[in-house]
């Protein structure tokens, strides 16, 4: 299998985090600075299970017009202390269009890619594929960071959005004008299969499985998550 990997934007900072005022901010201690700092959180997702006070996570300085904090969250420790885990949900789009990009994705073969946040409709979806002979395809790209007892589980919170989509895509294939698929990247690599999880978000969940009756294809990777950079993984069973 080709390497294809993204470098994380550093350096990276190692931090302990605190609380989570909000979905979007962070409060951390940073070696060297004397009060607690506030950080930025790109992944809206509850992550209860990765954001426990003590735990170690790597932020980076971010400046910028209208930043109202100097750092972003990036990774977090798992909780058995064993590896990793992205917190960054750019990441998973910009890995996956780089291998799309170099036709790394053979589950996709022979799609190559035509154009990123591909408005079509009421919506705007992550990527638009092309073949020759082939109808187009959309593809919606949706970032995994839950797991439990080796099983990872998407949404960890109500998705109404991703449920949106997904419906949208499965009406895209039924016109016939289209093939469709959603890839569910999961920014870990301790998980053997992904799940939907009907007990977090059921209307989420039947989305998926009428899509997939319907014909979209629905298709995991995972991720090898370091300090230095993202590469992508083998294929991950979706069920």
Do not use: Y
């Not at 609380?19 to 992944?43: I, K, S, T, W, Y």
């Not at 930043?67 to 917190?87: F, M, N, Q």
């Not at 073949?131 to 797991?147: D, H, I, N, Q, Y």
């Not at 977090?200 to 294809?217: C, M």
């Amino acid at each position: 299998m080709r390497d294809i990997r993204i470098p994380l934007d550093g350096p990276l900072v190692e931090s302990r985090f605190v609380e989570r005022p909000n979905r979007f901010l962070l409060r951390c201690r940073v070696p060297g600075e004397r009060v607690v700092q506030e950080v930025h959180m790109a992944d809206p997702g509850r992550l209860r299970e990765l954001l426990i006070p003590g735990r170690r996570v790597w932020i980076r300085p971010a400046a910028g017009p209208g930043r109202k904090t100097r750092w972003s969250a990036v990774l977090v420790e798992r909780p058995d202390g064993e590896g990793v885990v992205s917190i960054d949900t750019s990441l998973p789009n910009r890995l996956i269009r780089f291998a799309l990009e170099r036709d790394a994705l053979r589950e996709l073969h022979p799609w190559r890619l035509a154009r990123a946040e591909w408005a079509h409709g009421r919506s705007r979806f992550d990527f638009l594929l092309e073949a020759p002979g082939r109808r187009p395809l959309a593809m919606e790209v949706k970032s995994v960071t839950l797991v439990e007892g080796g099983i990872a589980r998407f949404p960890d919170a109500v998705t109404a959005r991703g449920a949106r989509h997904v419906r949208e895509l499965t009406e895209m294939v039924g016109s016939g004008e289209f093939e469709a698929a959603v890839l569910f990247v999961l920014q870990r690599d301790d998980a053997r299969v992904i799940e939907a999880a009907p007990g977090i978000d059921p209307d989420f969940a039947s989305a998926l499985s009428e899509a997939r009756e319907t014909g979209v294809r629905v298709l995991g990777r995972r991720c090898v998550v370091g300090l230095e950079a993202l590469r992508l993984g083998a294929p991950v069973p979706v069920r």
